[in-house]
């Protein structure tokens, strides 16, 4: 291991030359100063760009609480992070504390992967095609999947704080909250009390009055009837998030969009994913994945476990662009150059510390940050990347890509391990013969 730097910057020094022949835009760092698009930001100028705008420390601690919820929140949207503009990914970090929710809600614009990273939750959604409720308890290491756009809850069971990290499929994914939506709104009481025509959504007088009061004090007050009965705060958390689902399940089979697409495996994979698992054999497990609980195999020479979450270990994600992967580097492990032609990766730090690094296509311009626990860094779709641990324990952090099927080539393996003659890698790597033979017998390739 002490030849790694070898593994990794050799292949840097023969792709330089031709990286410059690229023809698409790297990456597009919003300049928030000017107006956001329907496709995003406007770019910040390339040689303004440097490497910080791709760290952000925004999810190292909890955000502020989100009342009535009891749950803080903190976000990396293209807002808070412009480096993911354009990019098809972002995050958040919620900590729900004892008895707090995350109500019912929709991204309009993105799926949400949820990674558990402490303490126990249970999380559900529901199908607009069936209004199905597809609901899990999860636990620490635990993968959830909801589809783009579907109402969805979680909520904490247990008497500790519990944590998760939120990866979507956008870099501004949206979020309406359905109890701010009905009851946080500006409608007018004497329009509601006269006509209803403020919600439709069939609530007597008493529970709507509450619940407007509830969630938003102070805004159109509304007087109660001798009939009204109170509401207990116990039953507040649990109003909160059934009320509106009560009320908008029955609109929702209008839905004319196809919610998700489980990949049947036993079929052939196309350039558009899996066919789909017939819907009536679905079930909440197939949103659900435990195999980033626990490190993953060890790849070697580099001393670093990968456990995937992509479409062929998840099928769940099939079709919602977006997959996951956990990485544990030992001391002096390193992730080698490579690249995920379909998918940009957004890598976010639970422990330890670690260099994170890519090369731009257009100027062959390294970035290059320090990691420290919490950090968040967003590697541009198929760039060539890297990742080397300079700490003295184990580092350990938690992958989203923009694809469900990103696909991952390690050049040392493209070149080394693989049946490319010698000769050949001489030719076009400008190696030479000895050090050529060298690496295809480290990385066991065929002369």
Not at 13 to 27: G, N, R, V
Not at 146 to 175: D, E, I, R
Not at 399 to 426: H, M, W
Request: net charge neutral.
């Amino acid at each position: 291991m002490a030849k790694a730097p070898i593994i990794i910057f050799m292949p840097l020094l023969f792709l330089l030359p031709f990286s410059t022949l690229a023809l698409t835009q790297d990456f597009c760092v919003a300049n928030l100063l000017l107006s956001d698009t329907p496709s995003g930001y406007p770019c910040k100028p390339e040689s303004l760009v440097t490497s910080s705008d791709f760290l952000y420390s925004g999810l190292a601690k909890p955000g502020p609480i989100l009342n009535p919820f009891n749950t803080g929140l903190a976000s990396a949207l293209v807002t808070e992070y412009p480096a993911v503009n354009g990019l098809g990914l972002s995050a958040t970090r919620f900590d729900i504390y004892p008895g707090g929710v995350v109500p019912l809600l929709t991204h309009p614009g993105a799926t949400e992967l949820l990674f558990v990273l402490s303490g126990t939750m249970v999380v559900g959604f529901v199908s607009a095609a069936r209004n199905a409720v597809y609901m899990k308890t999860l636990h620490e290491g635990d993968l959830f999947v909801f589809p783009k756009g579907l109402l969805h809850f979680q909520y904490n069971p247990g008497n500790t704080t519990t944590t998760g990290f939120s990866a979507y499929s956008s870099s501004n994914p949206g979020l309406q909250i359905v109890d701010w939506a009905l009851f946080k709104n500006t409608c007018r009481r004497k329009l509601f009390i006269t006509t209803h025509k403020c919600t439709h959504t069939f609530l007597y007088l008493s529970p709507y009055k509450y619940l407007k009061d509830h969630v938003h004090p102070n805004t159109h007050p509304l007087r109660t009837s001798k009939l009204d009965r109170p509401v207990t705060m116990a039953k507040a958390a649990v109003i909160l998030v059934l009320v509106p689902l009560l009320s908008l399940l029955p609109f929702s089979s209008l839905a004319l969009t196809q919610d998700f697409c489980v990949a049947d495996l036993n079929s052939r994979d196309t350039p558009a994913g899996y066919p789909c698992k017939p819907q009536t054999d679905v079930t909440a497990d197939d949103f659900f994945y435990g195999g980033l609980a626990k490190p993953g195999p060890n790849i070697s020479p580099f001393n670093t476990r990968v456990a995937m979450a992509f479409v062929n270990d998840f099928p769940g994600v099939n079709g919602l662009d977006i997959s996951g992967a956990r990485i544990d580097m030992a001391p002096g492990g390193v992730a080698p150059l490579h690249t995920h032609p379909e998918g940009t990766e957004l890598f976010y730090l639970l422990e330890g510390t670690l260099v994170s690094g890519f090369i731009s296509s257009t100027g062959n311009t390294v970035y290059m940050k320090t990691m420290k626990k919490g950090d968040l860094f967003v590697f541009p779709l198929g760039l060539l990347h890297f990742q080397y641990n300079v700490g003295r324990e184990t580092a350990v952090g938690i992958a989203a890509y923009s694809s469900p099927n990103p696909g991952l080539q390690i050049f040392d393996f493209a070149v080394f391990k693989s049946t490319l003659a010698a000769d050949v890698v001489e030719k076009i790597t400008f190696l030479q013969q000895a050090e050529v033979k060298r690496l295809k017998g480290v990385f066991a390739g065929s002369d």
